[in-house]
Nanobody, 115 residues
């Protein structure tokens, strides 16, 4: 049993910042990748950032230069520092964990950017 727990969402004004956290609890095979996805109302879920255990981090073009993903060495924990937030960043943000044999999703945390 693996639980993925996100935290840190909320309401913020345009131009503001938020920091999301994600931790995986439970037993699983070696970690391959953790990622942040988001899904806005009426839209498909899209990748925001991918954090590979080897160290590579990839970003969606829409967040490059504004969001920074990071991981905690030796732990299945990732963060997403979001700055210069825009109304179009409003979405439910999900954490994703991939191992060589399984993948897992968190329940999501709501981020709302509005004045």
């Amino acid at each position: 049993q693996v639980n993925i727990v996100e935290s840190g969402g909320g309401l913020v004004q345009p131009g503001g910042s938020l920091r999301l956290s994600c931790a995986a609890v439970g037993s699983f095979a070696s970690l391959y990748m953790m990622a942040w996805y988001r899904q806005a109302p009426g839209k498909q879920r899209e990748v925001v950032a991918e954090v590979y255990s080897a160290g590579t981090i990839n970003y969606a073009d829409s967040v490059k230069g504004r969001f920074i993903a990071s991981r905690e060495d030796g732990k299945p924990t990732v963060y997403l520092q979001m700055t210069s937030l825009k109304p179009e960043d409003t979405a439910v943000y999900y954490c994703y964990l991939q191992t060589p044999v399984n993948d897992y999703w968190g329940r999501g945390t709501q981020v709302t950017v509005s004045s």
